[in-house]
């Protein structure tokens, strides 16, 4: 009986096998928390650079960033909009959504030829000057020299005297836009005070404002208009009198 109680006695001291679960899941705690410390780091770019990548090309005396589509790039050019750059990417042959930077020097060339010769395939309706006032043909003006011939256009205007040059000359608007509430200039901003006190709302030093004293007439004087008014009425009764005593000679 004393060798059957023996190994009893040695699984009361041997570890209870709720410590063991306990131990099991401290363990899972730890390898949970280094997954979410795996998951903090910051991912590394994959993505691979090319070599020969433009980050800034030159087109037209402009630099356009590398980063945006060709059809988009383009329209950086001063005189070439959406239309016009789909015109040149049409005809160069180039994938419209691709990067400028990825285009060869080749391809941009042959962009920069389109843009400079835009009005020899292109159509009038197309252009941005038509009907040149010197030259009397179509033209479509790019870069630095819009912003030359738009000056010169508008110092023509101020020349001759037109509605527009004096409304460029003045400062205002030009092209018919309402400036009774926006745009105003000069002193018409805010309320005057001289109609105020035309009212007789004019605000007094103490305070609240007063009404306006009504006016007196002014007394009949020898030399003043009153004086006058007074005499013709008093002539009107002197003449109904006279004609009696003429009827009795």
Avoid at 209 to 233: F, I, L, N, R, V
Wanted: hydrophobic residues 30%.
């Amino acid at each position: 009986m004393a060798e059957e109680a023996a190994p009893k006695k040695e699984e009361k001291k041997g570890e209870h096998p709720k410590d063991e679960s306990k131990k099991e899941k401290k363990g899972e705690h730890k390898k949970d928390e280094s997954k979410k410390e795996k998951k903090a780091e910051p991912k590394k770019d994959t993505v691979k650079h090319d070599e020969n990548f433009k980050y800034i090309v030159r087109l037209v005396n402009t630099d356009v960033d590398g980063n945006k589509p060709t059809v988009i790039g383009l329209q950086n050019v001063k005189g070439v909009g959406s239309r016009v750059a789909e015109i040149i990417v049409n005809r160069a042959g180039v994938n419209r959504m691709a990067k400028v930077g990825d285009l060869s020097d080749e391809k941009v060339e042959e962009l920069e030829k389109l843009i400079s010769s835009y009005t020899d395939y292109a159509p009038a309706w197309a252009m941005n000057r038509q009907l040149d006032l010197e030259t009397g043909e179509d033209m479509h003006i790019v870069g630095v020299d819009l912003d030359i011939r738009r000056k010169d256009d508008i110092n023509l205007m101020k020349m001759i005297r037109c509605y527009k040059g004096v409304r460029h000359e003045e400062g205002q608007k030009v092209r018919g836009q309402r400036t009774r509430s926006n745009g105003r200039t000069g002193l018409t901003l805010g309320v005057m005070r001289q109609r105020l006190q035309q009212q007789g709302a004019a605000p007094a030093a103490g305070g609240e404002a007063k009404p306006a004293e009504e006016k007196k007439e002014k007394p009949a004087t020898a030399g003043g208009a009153p004086a006058a008014k007074t005499a013709a009425p008093a002539a009107k009764a002197a003449a109904p009198a006279a004609k009696p005593a003429e009827g009795k000679k």
